[in-house]
């Protein structure tokens, strides 16, 4: 399975925007970036995905290196509630046309006032 | 829609018993996934069903963990016996099964076996 690497955490200050690296040199060109989060307390959340361009949700920005080996996941300004641990994951066939979730470890995100 | 359902949200029992998890996916959801969450080993997927099939139960730890999906709007995680490693946070998770579509998790249930 294509693994992805994150650092382990990342300091941010209210209302800045924030840039989280994510690393994925062995991905194939099939495989979609996602990104969840989990809040605390609470299960994950989707965040937002992408195949080769940018894009653009309410909640973030996605930023693909053009090959496809990196990517960023911008909050543009972070808020309290952006606080969360937040997972960079690719969805890789498993098995004929089964796509399974596999999580790593993550980047916890704090958020300082 | 109500989201994915789990319950209990919380269990507490003696080492040794039988427990029972339980998860309602998202209506129309074709694929179910069963995590474990600890502090040590962070989230593991222990085994995905497609179409009430189950694909991949690689991430099972061992026999006294058995996963079932009778129909699509209804899946059970078993731990029998259990043991007071099994203390964890359980997450069902649904989604269509499709690369590019998101997975909806439930709350989860916190399992302390003593």
């Known amino acids: 399975d294509a693994k992805t690497t994150q650092p382990n955490s990342m300091e941010s200050n209210e209302e800045e925007p924030v840039h989280l690296p994510c690393n994925h040199s062995?991905?194939?060109?099939?495989?979609?970036i996602h990104w969840y989060r989990q809040l605390p307390s609470q299960g994950p959340e989707y965040v937002i995905h992408?195949?080769?361009s940018n894009v653009n949700n309410r909640m973030a920005s996605l930023a693909i290196a053009e090959d496809r080996k990196s990517s960023t996941l911008i909050l543009h300004r972070a808020t309290l509630r952006d606080a969360a641990v937040y997972y960079c994951?690719?969805?890789?066939?498993?098995?004929?046309?089964?796509?399974?979730?596999?999580f790593g470890k993550g980047t916890l995100l704090t958020v300082n006032p | 829609d109500a989201g994915v359902i789990q319950s209990p949200r919380h269990e507490v029992t003696e080492m040794g018993q039988e427990v029972t998890l339980r998860c309602k996916p998202i209506?129309?959801?074709?694929?179910l996934f069963w995590y474990r969450q600890t502090m040590m080993r962070g989230l593991e997927l222990l085994i995905y069903?497609?179409?009430?099939?189950?694909?991949?139960d690689s991430g099972m730890p061992e026999d006294r963990f058995s996963a079932k999906m009778p129909n699509a709007s209804f899946s059970t995680l078993k731990i029998q016996p259990s043991e007071p490693r099994d203390s964890a946070v359980y997450f069902c998770?649904?989604?269509?099964?499709?690369?590019?579509?998101?997975?909806?998790f439930g709350q989860g249930t916190r399992l302390t076996v003593v």
């Open positions: 998770a649904s989604r269509v099964d499709r690369a590019n579509t998101e997975a909806f």
């Open positions: 062995t991905i194939s060109g099939t495989d979609y």
């Open positions: 992408g195949l080769t």
């Open positions: 994951i690719l969805t890789t066939i498993s098995g004929g046309s089964n796509y399974k979730l596999t």
């Open positions: 209506s129309g959801h074709n694929s």
């Open positions: 069903f497609n179409n009430n099939v189950p694909i991949d």
